[in-house]
């Protein structure tokens, strides 16, 4: 199968009141020049239109499914309906159309588990929105694995890994208050994440042999138990377990010197303790080009990796880059499937 031969992405809407249709214009009415995978968004077709007119684009929007987005997909922007109950103002995000952002989300898994779209990329939500509005999910993450262990009857660890041109990090507990990490972080938490991303990182992103560089938690650590006991005490013997299974994981390494120019030619992930930990180097080195890709799943879900940003909606002045790096990547990985299961 080529890639000109996989079905449509499924991107989904994220908050309408966010910059979410503004980078999904942008890039769609840049798509001959940016060779742009076809893709399908499951939103509200009319956000589309009054977004586009206010940004000064002409930008044609069109009924479609999975089977017809792709024909489309050159001479009008494919829509699948999740319409929104309220009115939806740029900067002002309203409760009452949490249910077409979260439907859109239900409908890309679906469609992508059913084989009928390639790939689930996600434009920002913004959680505390969803949160008045009864969403009981930490975030975007634990969303998609509930939708997933509820469609394949299998409990999932889903693994945030952050992708950018100079460094992946993967945070082994995500969406928690910093005060809970040590009491989360266990040597059976690190050692499941740690072997998703060694696998995810062979089947899907194609490296032989992925060599895993392990965070500690502490300071320096832990500075040989002066500075805290968990990095000897779960850290250490979880990254010796994973040797132990042919893993080439190395650690617990002092975070404060892991994310230069030299140490990260040494790995193809860090291994962090806690969300920060990871996403701040990550950010730092790549903003505008990271991709937010969750692995664990049994579909790929890639999602740019900043948020809703309502600050500027409707300006015309969000860069579309890391959306533009989500919708890539999720077709790399898609071909990249396609031919592993040929």
């Not at 779209?117 to 975007?140: E, R």
Request: with cysteine.
């Amino acid at each position: 199968m080529t890639t000109t031969q996989l079905p449509p992405l499924a991107l989904t809407m994220g908050d309408p009141a966010g910059i979410g249709p503004d980078i999904t214009l942008a890039l769609w009415s840049a798509r001959h020049s940016l060779s742009l995978p076809p893709f399908l968004f499951i939103g509200d077709a009319a956000v589309l239109r009054d977004r586009a007119a206010l940004l000064g684009l002409d930008v044609a929007v069109a009924s479609a499914t999975p089977e017809t987005a792709t024909d489309l997909f050159f001479d009008a922007l494919p829509v699948l309906a999740s319409d929104c109950v309220a009115a939806v103002v740029p900067g002002a995000p309203d409760p009452r159309n949490a249910a077409a952002i979260t439907g859109a989300i239900e409908t890309a898994v679906a469609l992508t588990m059913a084989g009928r779209t390639s790939a689930v990329v996600t434009n920002p939500i913004a959680k505390a929105v969803l949160y008045d509005a009864g969403f009981s999910f930490p975030g975007h993450t634990e969303f998609l694995a509930d939708l997933a262990a509820k469609a394949t009857g299998q409990a999932m660890l889903p693994v945030m890994l952050l992708a950018g041109p100079k460094l992946r990090a993967v945070p082994v507990t995500i969406h928690i208050p910093l005060k809970d990490v040590p009491a989360s972080l266990t040597e059976d938490l690190i050692i499941e994440t740690a072997v998703i991303t060694e696998r995810d990182l062979r089947q899907r992103f194609g490296i032989a042999k992925p060599r895993l560089a392990v965070a500690g938690l502490n300071p320096h650590a832990g500075e040989g138990g002066a500075l805290g006991l968990e990095d000897d005490a779960i850290v250490r013997p979880a990254v010796e377990r994973l040797k132990a299974t042919g893993i080439a994981a190395v650690g617990p390494l002092p975070a404060d010197t892991m994310f230069h120019d030299a140490a990260r030619a040494t790995y193809d992930v860090a291994l962090c303790m806690y969300h920060d930990q990871a996403l701040i180097p990550a950010k730092a080195l790549g903003f505008d080009d990271s991709v937010n890709a969750t692995l664990g799943l049994p579909f790929i879900r890639t999602s740019p990796d900043h948020g809703t940003a309502f600050a500027i909606a409707g300006q015309g002045i969000a860069r579309p880059d890391s959306l533009l790096a989500a919708l890539r990547l999720a077709q790399e990985l898609a071909a990249h499937a396609a031919k592993e299961t040929r």
